[in-house]
């Protein structure tokens, strides 16, 4: 029986888990990755310490910091279920099953999915979620990349020096984001910007070779080997069947990051708080643990 379960080990899991350890709490943290969404970023700027870093460098800093306390990590393990009985919380994952007190949900969002003929077939295969993680794998090649927000602008701005020609294909009349880093895209002599575009699907044979788009109401294709899918994230809460959520799938959270179950929290970009920023997602995982063990001190068990 644990104090505390952390699922999630992004910014705010792993900031979590450093309040919890301090704390001395015997707890756990459960998670598929280290880093979330914070690992896949290129250039980060302007976090507290940091005028400017890159994702995978400032994802090494919290990973070092967190094993520092010899946290207790179950990495490349994914949540399946949470319920609670009485007291206790029950986690059920794909290799076991484990009981605490209290629960903080810090599992992020995942990259939505495009929904098209040949995604799921090459997905892996010159179709990838993470520009960060296999852009240097494009390098010199045909890229394409799918959605108009900052998500899609940041893979962009990392293509553009990796890659031959970047096709940017957005469903809306422009590109929306951060003005600096849109700046940068629509000055970079490799880009091409097909707005009011969506793809239809995409072709190869063992791996990506074109993508077939409706660009103003015509069809016509694009020779890539690469696809960059960037339209946007959903929150990974799919285990968490009976907490309240808003109508965008948040988890819904109070000042203290309780949930409408007593002795499960949450933080980070699964919730409801505005502003999906990695410095904010750190800050309500500082909370979310406090809150933990406030709620174990108040309570008898």
């Keep these: ?38 690992a896949w970023s290129g250039d980060i700027e302007n976090y507290t310490g940091y005028q400017f870093i890159s994702g995978p460098e400032l994802t090494a ?42 629960l903080i949900i810090a599992s992020g969002k995942k990259s939505r999915e495009l929904g098209v003929p040949g995604e799921a077939e090459f997905k892996n295969r010159g179709l990838t979620y993470c520009a960060t993680c296999d852009g240097p794998l494009f390098s010199g090649k045909n890229v394409a990349v799918i959605g108009g927000g900052n ?20 469903n809306t009349g422009k590109l929306e984001g951060d003005a600096i ?39 016509g294709s694009l020779d890539v080997e ?33 949930t409408n179950i007593p002795g499960i929290f949450a933080a980070g970009d699964v919730t409801d708080v505005p502003e999906k920023q990695i410095i904010i997602a750190a800050g309500e995982g500082s909370k979310a643990a406090l809150s933990a063990f406030r709620y174990l001190a108040q309570n008898r068990f």
């Design 151 to 170: 998500s899609a602008l940041d893979a962009a701005l990392q293509l553009i020096k990796i890659a031959g020609y970047v096709y940017i294909i957005n």
């Design 61 to 102: 800093k919290f990973e070092e910091h967190m094993r520092n306390y010899n946290i207790a990590l179950r990495e490349n393990e994914e949540a399946l279920e949470v319920e609670k009985s009485g007291r206790e919380i029950f986690v059920k994952t794909d290799k076991s099953a484990y009981q605490a007190r209290s």
């Design 226 to 258: 690469g696809v960059f899918v960037e339209i946007g994230l959903e929150p990974n809460i799919g285990f968490a069947k009976d907490i309240v959520k808003n109508e965008r799938g948040e988890i819904k959270i109070g000042a203290r990051n309780q």
């Design 181 to 219: 880093i849109l700046q940068k895209v629509q000055e970079a002599k490799n880009v091409r910007i097909f707005n009011d575009s969506r793809v239809v699907s995409i072709t190869g044979d063992k791996f990506v070779k074109a993508i077939k788009i409706n660009h103003k109401d015509k069809e």
């Design 1 to 38: 029986m644990h104090d505390l379960i952390i699922i999630g080990a992004g910014p705010a899991g792993i900031t979590a888990s450093v309040y919890a350890a301090r704390k001395r709490m015997n707890f756990l943290v459960i998670s598929r990755d280290i880093g979330g969404q914070a």
